[in-house]
């Protein structure tokens, strides 16, 4: 019903930017927060930033000052911005959202298929 396409990722130097792309569609009324989540090989996915739909932010402690996110409401996508890449970075990034379908009004958490990042020390 509602899908979420990830695209931007990619193999970039430590200390250099990525700009990921998160795009809602199908049949959606509302969404409400949208999420990065990324996976290390070997380790759990993690939270790295959140944004509601009006506004409000909030980041993990390790890419505060490096990592931002935005939301664009008209179009039903997020990107997030990463500055100052480390090595420790590198894993599979993931678009998550709380969206409520336009066809059942049922809201659920939905998440796209995810995208590679890999900084190189």
């Known amino acids: 019903q509602v899908r979420l396409v990830e695209s931007g990722g990619g193999l970039v130097q430590a200390g250099g930017s990525l700009r990921l792309s998160c795009a809602a569609s199908?049949?959606?009324?509302?969404?409400?927060?949208m999420r990065w989540y990324r996976q290390a090989p070997g380790k759990q996915r993690e939270l790295v930033a959140g944004?509601?739909?009006?506004?409000?932010?909030n980041y993990a402690d390790s890419v505060k000052d490096r990592f931002t996110i935005t939301r664009d409401n008209a179009k039903n996508t997020v990107y997030l911005q990463m500055n100052s890449l480390k090595h420790e970075d590198t894993g599979v990034y993931y678009c998550?959202?709380?969206?409520?379908?336009?066809?059942?009004?049922?809201?659920?958490?939905?998440w796209g298929q995810g995208t590679q990042v890999t900084v190189s020390s």
């Open positions: 998550n959202a709380d969206a409520r379908s336009a066809t059942n009004g049922v809201l659920r958490s939905y």
């Open positions: 199908g049949s959606i009324l509302r969404i409400n927060a």
């Open positions: 944004a509601t739909s009006g506004g409000s932010t």
